[in-house]
């Protein structure tokens, strides 16, 4: 990742980063000098998640999103919520609540509604009202940029202004 963004950096090329957030701190920020920004998965708020479907921890990526947050890079997180895996809206609230605390109030949050797909097909897609609330969470705690995808059309994937909130980009889908 360091070498292609290197190397695509001398040519005027912009990086984006998409990953789990699982990085040793080190390489992470080696990547971080080289990169524009990061998309980054936050599978959920808990350890019992982490560790039964991801077999780690979340401390770190909780680490790696604080190191990106002090690198200065853009930051943008996405969280696909699975029923009955991470859909409890405590855990989405008190993870709210930490990006606010933690990574500041401008970090956008994607929500995304899962389909049943591979090793999935038994659950049930993600119910738009839980999406919605999400999004409604992530609004009341004081997040300014809180979009859904997955769920189109719908006034979740457009951005607003935070102030006067009206819309600045209309998407379709």
Not at 9 to 24: D, E, P, Q, S, Y
Not at 75 to 83: A, C, F, H
Request: overall charge positive.
């Amino acid at each position: 990742v360091k070498e292609v963004a290197s190397y695509v950096k001398t040519r005027g090329v912009r990086t984006l980063v998409c990953t789990a957030g699982f990085i040793n701190p080190q390489p992470l920020k080696d990547i971080c000098r080289v990169s524009d920004g990061f998309a980054v998965t936050l599978k959920a708020f808990n350890d019992k998640f982490y560790q039964k479907i991801c077999g780690q921890t979340l401390r770190p990526i909780l680490n790696s999103l604080e190191i990106i947050r002090a690198e200065k890079k853009h930051l943008e997180l996405v969280n696909l919520i699975v029923p009955s895996y991470n859909d409890d809206l405590g855990v989405i609230k008190d993870m709210c609540k930490w990006i606010k605390k933690s990574l500041g109030e401008d970090t956008p949050i994607h929500f995304g509604r899962f389909y049943p797909e591979y090793k999935l097909k038994n659950l049930p897609p993600t119910p738009v009202k839980i999406i919605e609330s999400a999004r409604k969470i992530a609004q009341d705690e004081g997040l300014k940029y809180v979009y859904t995808f997955n769920v189109a059309p719908h006034d979740g994937n457009n951005t607003y202004c935070p102030n006067c909130k009206k819309i600045v980009i209309k998407r379709l889908a």
